[in-house]
């Protein structure tokens, strides 16, 4: 029944009678605890990335990286069933290793958090930890082989990390100069008369109208496109991790 609803029923009761298997409930309130643990440990460094990102237009990107790790998750959702509902036919001896791991990426997740929280920049250090607990509680819960199908959404939780707003600024300027000289080049190339000059420290092209009259381009950071090129990352990112 459970394979039936994963991999397609036209009964919309066997779908619902689908979600009574004992295997399929417990792994659901396992998933439950992990999304809470993650929440809860977290919710004070996810409020702030979260405000950072309606304020700032460099980190908007972040509001989105949940929707895609959900999508990325429901693209893997048949051989995630697969692996929650594999039996595991390990040796004795090596039965708890699995176990074992994920206390030591526990561990190692609060290492880092505690670590982080006394350096000038702790939110970086806590987010970095997260999916590193994520995956510690994987296997606890879970095992080796559902943490495997699940590594890249939680490697993608590394992009709530926002880049330093210097990085994004200083970035975005060398671009900003490159697009400039590069529009100007166009611009003489095509018989139109431009120079380059520095506006308050943001490069422009000055075009001469055909009423001689001037008229000033400013390229601003916001004009370079380094937001778009963090977007367009991320977004070449959610492809790759799809099988």
């Not at 977007?231 to 990112?237: C, E, I, K």
């Amino acid at each position: 029944m459970v394979r039936k609803f994963f991999w397609g029923s036209s009964s919309p009761l066997s779908k619902l009678e689908a979600f009574k298997a004992p295997g399929l409930r417990l792994a659901l309130l396992k998933f439950g605890v992990i999304v809470f643990a993650v929440v809860a440990v977290y919710f004070q460094d996810l409020g702030l990335v979260c405000a950072d990102a309606l304020q700032y237009e460099g980190y908007s990107y972040v509001l989105l990286i949940p929707l895609l790790i959900t999508y990325l998750l429901y693209r893997k959702r048949h051989m995630l069933v697969a692996a929650v509902l594999h039996e595991d036919k390990t040796h004795e001896s090596t039965k708890y290793l699995p176990t074992l791991a994920g206390f030591l990426l526990c561990l190692t997740a609060f290492t880092v958090y505690i670590f982080g929280s006394q350096t000038f920049s702790p939110l970086q250090y806590h987010l970095i930890s997260l999916p590193i607990f994520a995956a510690g509680l994987t296997l606890i819960l879970f095992n080796a082989i559902v943490l495997r199908q699940v590594i890249f959404p939680l490697v993608f939780l590394i992009f709530l990390t926002p880049p330093p707003v210097v990085f994004l600024n200083n970035l975005g300027s060398l671009l900003s100069v490159g697009s400039t000289e590069a529009a100007n080049a166009i611009a003489n190339f095509l018989g139109v008369q431009s120079w380059i000059s520095i506006e308050s420290g943001t490069p422009a092209i000055n075009l001469i109208r055909p009423d001689n009259q001037p008229l000033l381009l400013v390229v601003d950071v916001a004009c370079s496109g380094i937001y778009s090129l963090v977007g367009f990352v991320v977004y070449r990112q959610k492809y790759e991790g799809v099988d």
